[in-house]
């Protein structure tokens, strides 16, 4: 496969644009108008802040320049390749230059495409069609598979310089298990909640996020906690719970959810992982119908904690796409209230009664989904084992159990916030 990036001028409607093509079959990675490679040029950035320059007047009003929407860059009226870059020049009489790996970047960053290293990218352009742009979507594993180096790291290699592997195994298959991560050997040790702090901040974001939660949070209330930390959820009970995501309540749902097991109980306990993404698209092929449903009815989640001051509400679908791609899943039977339908889903399904009706079918395929063998991952985690999920995009759940006070089941753990995720995974070159 040849690794060749090309650009050409075409017109179109009058106007001249650059397309970039890769590969043997000339693929568009894509259009580019004069004005967007215009204004992209370094010499419209500060280089101290990589913000691009947009002059003010003193009394704060925009001067309107070619920064800042005025007119007129000229037409680009030629353009070609010279040892990596291209070279562009307008018919007002500027030439300028590029390398075209940071345009094929750039250009594909703007376009919401996620992509590697640029070489990986050039392989992507020719081979993916199906949007997830590198993610592999999963079903039928089991714990074993989540112990296989595809899918687990130790926790020393993480810190130690692993932070380009954990994010990639995230990015591709949106969970990842820690093994051996520091527990407390006493109730005055801190090693376990140091760890969290240390993988958020150092590897995974840049500290845990703060949330009803606290910090860094513990099912048990004897483990170092945050104080004035909410417990109003059925994660501190000993009841099952169906697989759900965290957060649906907020408006900017965690990018992550980690689990570190600190205390084993005699019995039960298991966790429950299933791949959001695999299930929207089994959904999508089996019951179309219900995917449009749930990929475009608005739903309500709340959470309240009087106690701690608390009211969090967020809505949105449970299935949210970009381009006809899956990009996040939001889902709670627990935190999500009763639908009115807006005039907009009553004009498509004529009658309140026949909307909750196909809602309804809707909710039992997905739920029927979420439940078969096929698609959920069941472990039981050992000590210091860590899971990461993505939380807008993988599920979590567990199964009842009984402990005791001998042996509490405890688990510990800490949110990352998705803008902190994706920019750590920039950082290290995977482009989200
Ligand atoms: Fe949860």
């Known amino acids: 496969m040849s690794n060749q990036v090309t650009a050409k001028i075409v017109q179109h409607l009058g106007q001249v644009r650059l397309k970039l093509l890769a590969g043997e079959r000339n693929k568009v990675i894509a259009n580019i108008p004069g004005g967007w490679l215009r204004e992209m040029h370094a010499s419209n950035f500060d280089p101290s802040t990589e913000q691009k320059i947009v002059p003010c007047s003193s009394d704060g009003k925009l001067i309107l320049t070619q920064n800042s929407g005025a007119p007129n860059y000229g037409n680009l009226s030629s353009c070609n390749i010279q040892n990596g870059d291209v070279i562009a020049a307008w018919s007002d009489g500027t030439q300028l230059k590029y390398p075209l790996q940071d345009l094929v970047l750039e250009t594909k960053r703007q376009l919401r495409h996620n992509l590697s290293p640029f070489e990986e990218y050039?392989?992507?352009?020719?081979?993916?069609?199906?949007?997830?742009?590198?993610?592999?979507?999963?079903?039928?594993?089991?714990?074993?598979?989540?112990?296989?180096?595809?899918?687990?790291?130790?926790?020393?290699?993480?810190?130690?310089?692993?932070?380009?592997?954990?994010?990639?195994?995230?990015?591709?298959?949106?969970?990842?298990?820690?093994?051996?991560?520091?527990?407390?050997?006493?109730?005055?040790?801190?090693?376990?909640?140091?760890?969290?702090?240390?993988?958020?901040?150092?590897?995974?974001?840049?500290?845990?996020?703060?949330?009803?939660?606290?910090?860094?949070?513990?099912?048990?209330?004897?483990?170092?906690?945050?104080?004035?930390?909410?417990?109003?959820?059925?994660?501190?009970?000993?009841?099952?719970?169906?697989?759900?995501?965290?957060?649906?309540?907020?408006?900017?749902?965690?990018?992550?959810?980690?689990?570190?097991?600190?205390?084993?109980?005699?019995?039960?306990?298991?966790?429950?992982?299933?791949?959001?993404?695999?299930?929207?698209?089994?959904?999508?092929?089996?019951?179309?119908?219900?995917?449009?449903?749930?990929?475009?009815?608005?739903?309500?989640y709340r959470c309240i904690d009087h106690a701690g001051g608390w009211h969090l509400e967020a809505i949105d679908p449970i299935i949210s796409c970009t381009d006809g791609v899956i990009t996040s899943i939001r889902h709670n039977n627990l935190d999500r209230l009763p639908d009115v339908p807006t005039d907009t889903v009553l004009e498509k399904y004529q009658s309140p009664e026949i909307f909750h009706e196909k809602l309804n079918e809707a909710d039992k395929a997905w739920n029927m989904l979420l439940d078969s063998g096929d698609m959920r991952l069941v472990t039981r985690l050992e000590l210091g084992e860590m899971v990461v999920v993505a939380n807008q995009r993988c599920l979590h759940g567990r199964q009842t159990f009984v402990s005791s006070e001998k042996y509490p089941r405890t688990l510990t753990g800490a949110y990352v916030g998705q803008d902190d995720l994706e920019s750590r995974m920039r950082e290290c070159g995977i482009f989200v």
């Open 122 to 300: 050039i392989a992507d352009a020719e081979s993916n069609t199906d949007g997830y742009n590198g993610r592999i979507l999963w079903s039928g594993l089991n714990a074993d598979d989540l112990r296989t180096p595809a899918l687990s790291m130790a926790f020393s290699d993480v810190l130690n310089g692993g932070n380009r592997e954990a994010l990639e195994k995230l990015y591709k298959y949106g969970i990842l298990l820690i093994k051996d991560a520091p527990i407390d050997s006493s109730p005055e040790d801190q090693s376990n909640r140091a760890a969290l702090e240390k993988l958020t901040a150092n590897v995974l974001g840049y500290g845990p996020r703060q949330t009803l939660y606290g910090t860094i949070w513990s099912t048990s209330k004897s483990v170092n906690v945050d104080e004035g930390a909410s417990t109003a959820d059925s994660a501190y009970t000993a009841d099952p719970i169906a697989l759900h995501t965290d957060m649906t309540y907020y408006r900017d749902h965690a990018g992550l959810q980690i689990f570190c097991m600190t205390s084993q109980p005699p019995s039960g306990g298991e966790n429950i992982f299933a791949d959001g993404f695999a299930v929207g698209e089994a959904l999508r092929k089996i019951n179309p119908e219900a995917f449009e449903i749930l990929s475009t009815v608005r739903r309500r």
